[in-house]
């Protein structure tokens, strides 16, 4: 008889006992867990107005005091007495910029306005001059100025000289900021929802998209909307939301109101998915639908586990896991079919390995001994040259330079080879500024007299310290940026290396002016011995910096290239756990 098919054999098992318990319980459930989720929204719409009315409590205490920091500064003062409105107008600027409000306005004791600051102009001093009068005749400390489309909450204090007993009136200061979207945003943050800040028939700012707010618009004057009429929702496009309102000041002549709306977009998606839970697997459906699954357990499970088992020697590389097809009909042709691909994965990955081993050890041999036999060469024909330097009237000096410079490059190769050859890592992370590590690189470049033409800028962004090797990372950001002036030409090669640290991680991109990087190297640029356009260049330089940003679980990879130039970005993550080279993975 042929098996079942694994479909089948599982929806014998179990349809019967869950299509009959779960109906029963997704009533109950659905009943009780909507009561309450109605209860949380409205708690959390409360709450989202406390936390509003907080943090507008909060920034009132703020620029209260800048308003009487700014009132009791000696400069402020000075500038009064001096009763020439441009004065005051230009010599309140800085202190207006220290204090960094949106709003700076200074009147005479006749209240009459003689400086006006604004973050973005629009007001007139006729009209902040109004505005004034109308918050000192009602005896506001604290005032909400609108007009024009626009709202600020402002502070007023008195300037005063002279002691108790002989105070002077110098004028009047008010400091406000301006109640925007960046505001709402803010206040949105804090209380967990959007927030929405209105007249009774303007929209002045909020966070809601832009046709939810037209909307919102169309529905401000109703009597649902108004401060006192509690929580209740309200369909806003596609969206529904919970709405709460507080009256944030009644005295203008058009109150402003501060609306809170929860979306109760996931809250209803929660209970559909909740729905579709409770249907497929109801508790009471699974502890009876147990017994059955226990009988059917052993037959369907031992051919999945066996398969699975081979899944995961060959993922570790193993590719003699014995596998035996059998079970249900899906799963024995599926056995088979991994044993043939497990066969075949195996002779392929055996006729890779040698071509590559070849062909490696190919480019290896005769970049080696193309590079050794170069520098030997120097060695060999300027020890000639040393031996016959008296003779010849030849300077020394010169040729023991010719002769360490070809020695430091074979030394060089040397330890690139000894650096490629580690298939461990080896670090020793320590507390360090990857700013600084970088600074070491761009200087250790220029020292060298054949780029120190090449201009090369550094821009930091976020915190710099991390844990990680400088030492070795050092050497990755010289041979970037080694590369970098390389590819550019005499003084008009521009390198911009940017830092930037964001999310635990360090994002460093390493900039040039140069042509660009060619197709034909491309797509193997950080592979051993790629080299290109360079006479003396060995192909290990970006190799090495592959492996030790690989080594500091880092990447690195071409950004970007083009004729005007390239972008290397390496991301490398902030904090690098100490490993030695016993207990190091390899890198691959």
């Known amino acids: ?89 230009d010599g309140s ?63 007023l204090r008195p300037i005063v000289a002279g002691d108790e007993n002989n105070r002077v009136q110098l004028g009047f200061l008010a400091v406000g900021y301006q109640v925007d979207s960046s505001v709402a945003q803010q206040l949105a943050q804090e209380a967990g929802s959007q927030i929405a800040l209105a007249t009774s028939e303007t929209v002045i700012a909020s966070t809601l998209p832009a046709a939810t707010e037209t909307e919102l618009g169309r529905h401000l004057g109703r009597e649902d909307l108004r401060p006192d009429s509690g929580t209740h929702e309200m369909d806003l496009g596609q969206e529904r939301y919970e709405v709460a309102s507080v009256l944030l000041h009644g005295g203008l002549p058009t109150p402003v109101q501060c609306h809170v709306l929860m979306a109760l977009g996931p809250v209803n998606g929660f209970i559909q998915r909740l729905n579709r839970m409770i249907f497929v697997l109801g508790a009471s459906a699974v502890v009876f639908a147990a017994f059955l699954f226990s009988f059917f357990a052993r037959r369907i499970t031992r051919p999945l586990d066996n398969l699975v088992a081979g899944v995961r020697a060959l993922a570790a590389g193993d590719y003699t896991y014995s596998i035996t097809p059998r079970g249900s009909s899906e799963v024995a042709e599926l056995g088979s079919a991994f044993s043939k691909m497990r066969g075949e994965l195996l002779a392929s990955q055996k006729q890779r390995i040698e071509t590559e081993r070849i062909a490696a050890l190919g480019r290896a041999a005769s970049s080696i001994s193309h590079d050794l036999r170069h520098s030997l060469a120097a060695v060999v024909a300027n020890a000639e040259f040393l031996y016959e330097a008296d003779s010849l009237k030849l300077d020394k000096s010169e040729i023991y330079q010719e002769i360490k410079i070809a020695a430091e490059q074979m030394t060089d190769l040397i330890d690139s080879l000894r650096e490629m050859a580690h298939e461990q890592r080896a670090l020793s992370p320590v507390s360090a500024g990857m700013d600084q590590t970088v600074r070491r690189a761009i200087e250790a470049v220029r020292t060298r007299p054949e780029l120190r033409n090449r201009t090369i800028s550094l821009h930091t962004t976020g915190e710099m310290e991390g844990m990680f090797d400088p030492k070795k990372l050092e050497r990755a950001f010289f041979n970037l940026l080694l590369n ?55 192909g290990l330089g970006l190799a090495i910096v592959s492996k030790i940003i690989h080594d500091h679980g880092g990447s690195v990879r071409v950004e970007k290239t083009a004729e005007t130039g390239t972008i290397i970005l390496v991301t490398l993550p902030r904090s690098v756990r100490a490993m030695d080279a016993e207990t190091a993975p390899s890198v691959t």
């Open 93 to 155: 600027e800085p202190v207006w910029k220290l204090a960094g409000s949106d709003l700076l306005v200074l009147a005479r004791p006749d209240r009459q306005v003689v400086a006006l600051h604004m973050a973005k102009p629009g007001w007139s001093l006729v009209m902040a001059e109004r505005d004034l009068k109308r918050s000192l005749e009602q005896g506001e400390d604290a005032s909400w100025w609108y007009d024009n489309g626009r709202l600020y909450w402002v502070f």
């Open 484 to 538: 970098a002036c390389e590819a550019t030409e005499g003084a008009e090669g521009r390198i911009q290396v940017e830092i930037a640290a964001e999310n635990g991680n360090f994002e460093i991109r390493v900039a040039d002016n140069g042509p660009g990087i060619p197709d034909a190297i491309r797509a193997t640029l950080f592979d051993p011995f790629v080299s290109h356009g360079k006479p003396n260049g060995t």
């Open 1 to 89: 008889m042929k098996p079942l098919r694994l479909r089948m054999q599982l929806l014998l098992a179990t349809l019967p006992i869950i299509a009959a318990l779960t109906g029963a319980s997704l009533l109950v459930f659905r009943h009780t867990v909507r009561a309450e989720i109605d209860k949380q929204v409205r708690e959390s719409t409360v709450e989202s107005v406390r936390a509003f009315e907080s943090v507008q409590k909060q920034r009132g205490l703020q620029l209260s005091r800048t308003a009487a920091i700014l009132a009791e500064l000696p400069t402020m003062k000075a500038l009064m007495t001096t009763e020439h409105a441009p004065t005051i107008q």
